[in-house]
Each structure stands twice: as structure tokens, then as C-alpha cells.
């Protein structure tokens, strides 16, 4: 709670006095109507690419959107709770189409990408951290203007983060994939549970995909890192499809981790629905834009996430890119530390790994522009979690390169909103600000579509018709 106590629901009167400084008034009411309220004045950015609308009214009861469009055509009921954001822009909460809440953000939580550092840093405890305290990251996603998120893989605790988020005005929805049928034995788990299952034979593949779904996951998640011309290239095609079939048959999508070429035409072979990365060992071709038009599947590029590796490389933690008031202490103050941690490549190097990441980077950035332009859905994710893409403020890092790469903000924003919302399995209750959908949105200061930097630090995060001021959810 901040320090003027506003933690209430859908800004009643009392609070008013608070967020005028902020917002500008508050309309007077009297007899407050639970679970009823309104944002009138702004302009309404509805995340369906249509054109934004001046002047705008939403009215939310009971956690849904009752009306959302211009004043004359949406009335406000007599006792709602009235919040005027007059002069500012809103848009739908935003979705993070890729995190991993089996991760901290840190080396600590993946000790086999960027640095071991169990002896002072026990992988067990992190974990332990993170299975019992997610709430400081549900609260960093808020800070951020997200109000959903997608685990595209981790241990099965992460499924029952699902019912715990769901109906929490301080936590983002969350939709969770589970352990991850795996081409690699991945030795990255806890003694009692695996994230990580292997791929080894046609019997224990079965019977794996057969746990996820009876688990209800959300998706069957395949970590298909193999390469065409190895040995047991054709051994791993079979087992990505009959861990595909069992999830067909059961009606649950196919998300698969592929970033060669290769790998993502025989992924959306089998039934892939969705790509979790970018392809980058080489350009998109025709026949994985067809490949990918004919399944419906969509496609996360997952851009910044190795700059955060890289950063880790070089022993330098950039915070200036992040709002780091949004990042929780414990997450920040490891963050700030790597440049105290041992074993930095030499210089030469370090610069061969900055020009081939670089490399990386442009060509991500060419097949994400391919991609949208074929009419590929594209879905904003960070693989928040991975060393320094911190959960929460990364997603702004993460939409700028997109509008780098060539999307408009109008675009992006679809693709942070309605694309993820829509991937994740939540398109009829999440992604644009319309009658019917959970009133999950964000009031800005300035217009998204001509930058989406300007999604930044929202003023108000509002979650399930709860409303947040920004003081509410920053750490510091």
C-alpha cells in the first residue's frame, strides 16, 4: 500500500483528493456502486487497430467492460465510480507473451546460461524463492502496465499460479505451459521436479505429453534444439510428433522453441500453432511463410533477450534502458552485482560475441519485418526470467525493437495486447478494450501510436475494474 493508502478498488471518492495531482479530477459521486466504475475523457486507444476515439468513455461492472467508446455513445450509471483522464490516452493492459517464472532474472536461476554461480548462489534456493514469493513479480508486471502473462515453460508449480492470479487485482493473469518435452537431457532441475522432460523414446514420450495434458496445461511446450544434418536428427522428428499427436488428440496447442530455420518448418510440420522465438541462423522463406499461414500460427521474436545475456558477458548491467522503479529490490540489487562477478572473456573476445550478436539482431529484426508483412500474427514476448531481461519493464525494451524493426506502434501494440492475449488461449477475455472483455487496461501520458515509448510508466494500471495508481506499484 503507498503512502496515501490507495489500494481500494475502482478509485472511490475518498481517494479522489489523492490522484487529482495525477490525473485531474475525480467526478464527485455519492452512494458508490461496488464493482461499477468509469474513465471518461481520454482517448481510447481499443487495441483492435481501429482508429483511436477522442473523448472516450469505459464503464466496467464487476471486473468486465459493460461499454467502451465515445461519450454519446456510453453512459455512465448513476453511482459508478468515475475516474476523468482527461488528456491522457487508455489502451488495453499489455501481455507478455513470453516469461518464465521458473527464472529470477538473474544468473542465479540459470546457472547454465550465463555463469555457475551455485556455490554462492544455490540454483535449489532460488527456486525455492520463486515457487513461494511470485508476488514480487506479479508486482513488477503491474508496475509495468502488464496485466497478463504467458509462461512458456517451467516446473508444475507455475500451473497453479493460474488460479492464484486469476481473480487478484495485484497480480497479472497468467497462462502457463508447464515442463517442457525436451530434445535435450537437461540436467537444470530441482531433485524432486523436473522442468525439463526428455525427449528419449516413443513410450516415455507418450506417457510425458499424456502427464502434461492430464495436468491441463495450457499448452505442450517442445524445446526442439536439434539440428538437421545430426545423427539423431530423424529420432527427434518422431518424438516431436507423438508428443504433437497427443496434444491434437487432446485438443491442446503445440508451442515449440526453434530458432533455425530448419528446426521452426519442421515444428509447424507436425502442428505447431505457435513459434516462442525468432528464427536466426538464417532469412524466412516462402515455404515457412506457408507453413505458417496454413497452421494459423503465430510468431514471437523474442528480440532483446540475449542482449541481457550479452550484458552478463560483459559484466555490465544496463538499467538505463529499464524503469528500474518497477523492479523488485531483491532482483535489483542482483542486477546491479554482476559487475562484481568473476570469469569476464577476454576483450577479444567479447568482441567477436558483440559483432555476431549484433549480426543476430538484424536478422531477427529482418524476418520479424517478413513475417508481419506476410500477415503472420506476431505476439510481443520477453523471455523475461533469462540473466538481466528482468521481469516487468523488459516489455518496454522488447516493443521499441519491434518498432525498430520496422512495425508500427499501432502494430506493436496489437501485438502486445489482442496477438498475445489471443496465442495464450485468453483472446475472449483479454487484448482490447471492448464491451464484454475484463477490464484489464493502462492509462498513458502521451499517444502510443506514434511511439510506443510512450507506453512507459503508466499512470494507471487498472486490473479487473481495480484501479492502481502508478505510486501504488512502484518499489521505490
Known amino acids: 500500500m503507498s503512502s496515501s493508502g490507495v489500494r481500494a478498488t475502482l478509485v472511490p471518492v475518498g481517494v479522489c483528493a489523492t490522484l487529482v495531482l495525477l490525473l485531474a479530477s475525480c467526478a464527485p459521486t455519492e452512494q458508490v456502486v461496488p464493482g461499477a466504475g468509469a474513465l471518461i475523457g481520454g482517448t481510447l486507444v481499443d487495441g483492435t487497430g481501429a482508429a483511436p476515439v477522442p473523448d472516450a468513455v469505459v464503464v466496467f461492472q464487476e471486473g468486465r467492460i459493460t461499454c467502451a467508446g465515445a461519450a454519446t455513445d456510453c453512459s455512465v450509471p448513476a453511482g459508478a465510480s468515475v475516474t476523468d483522464v482527461t488528456g491522457r ?20 536461476g540459470r546457472p547454465d546460461q550465463a555463469a555457475d554461480l551455485r556455490a554462492e548462489y544455490p540454483y535449489e534456493a532460488a527456486m525455492a524463492l520463486n515457487r513461494s ?32 492470479a486469476e481473480d487478484d487485482p495485484w497480480a497479472p493473469h497468467v497462462s502457463a ?19 525439463f522432460l526428455y525427449l528419449s523414446d516413443a513410450e516415455s514420450v507418450e506417457a510425458a505429453a499424456r502427464y502434461l495434458v492430464r495436468s491441463n496445461t495450457d499448452q505442450v511446450k517442445v524445446w526442439y534444439l536439434v539440428e538437421e544434418d545430426a545423427p539423431d536428427a530423424a529420432h527427434y522428428q518422431e518424438m ?7 496434444a491434437r488428440e487432446a485438443g491442446t496447442p503445440l508451442i515449440v522453441h526453434a530458432t533455425g530455420l530448419w528446426q521452426a518448418k519442421d515444428a509447424l510440420r507436425a502442428g505447431a500453432v505457435h513459434l516462442v522465438h525468432s528464427v536466426y541462423d538464417q532469412d524466412v522463406d516462402e515455404e515457412f511463410i ?18 541481457g545475456v550479452g ?48 549480426a543476430r539482431y538484424e536478422l531477427m529484426l529482418r524476418n520479424l519485418r517478413t513475417v508481419h508483412e506476410a500477415g503472420i500474427p506476431v505476439v510481443m514476448g520477453t523471455d523475461a526470467g533469462n540473466t538481466l531481461t528482468l521481469h516487468g519493464p523488459s516489455v518496454h525494451v522488447e516493443m521499441e525493437a519491434m518498432q525498430e524493426a520496422g512495425m508500427s506502434p499501432m502494430d ?48 494507471l494500471v487498472v486490473r479487473g475494474g481495480h484501479v492502481h495508481a502508478r505510486e501504488e506499484l512502484v518499489w521505490r
Not at 506457408?290 to 542482449?307: D, F, K, Q, R, W
Not at 496489437?414 to 498475445?420: G, S
Request: glycine letters at 10%; one cysteine or more.
Open 177 to 195: 505451459a508447464g515442463p517442457l518435452l525436451s530434445a535435450r537431457d537437461h540436467w537444470l532441475n530441482v531433485p524432486a521436479e523436473r522442468q
Open 290 to 307: 506457408e507453413l505458417a499461414l496454413a497452421n494459423g500460427a503465430s510468431y514471437n521474436p523474442t528480440l532483446i533477450v540475449s542482449e
Open 89 to 108: 490516452w487508455i489502451v488495453p493492459g499489455l501481455v507478455d507473451g513470453h516469461v518464465h517464472y521458473s527464472q529470477t532474472g538473474w544468473a542465479d
Open 311 to 358: 550484458q552478463f558477458a560483459e559484466r555490465a548491467f544496463d538499467e538505463s534502458a529499464l524503469d528500474v522503479a518497477c523492479v523488485d529490490p531483491g532482483t535489483l540489487e542482483k542486477a546491479r552485482r554482476t559487475a562484481t562477478v568473476s570469469g569476464r572473456a577476454p576483450p577479444e573476445t567479447l568482441a567477436r560475441r558483440r559483432e555476431a550478436g549484433r
Open 412 to 459: 506493436v501494440l496489437i501485438a502486445a495486447t489482442l496477438n498475445a492475449a489471443t496465442a495464450m488461449g485468453r483472446g475472449d477475455d483479454l487484448g482490447t478494450v471492448t464491451a464484454g472483455k475484463i477490464a484489464d487496461m493502462i492509462v498513458v501520458g502521451a499517444d502510443p501510436t506514434a511511439d510506443v515509448a510512450n507506453l512507459r510508466s503508466p499512470a
Open 133 to 164: 514469493n511470485p508476488g514480487r513479480y506479479f508486482r513488477s508486471y503491474l508496475c509495468s502496465g502488464v496485466t497478463a502473462t504467458w509462461d512458456v515453460g517451467g516446473y508444475p508449480w507455475t500451473w497453479d499460479l493460474r488460479a492464484a
Open 240 to 246: 516431436l510428433r507423438i508428443g504433437a499427436r497427443v
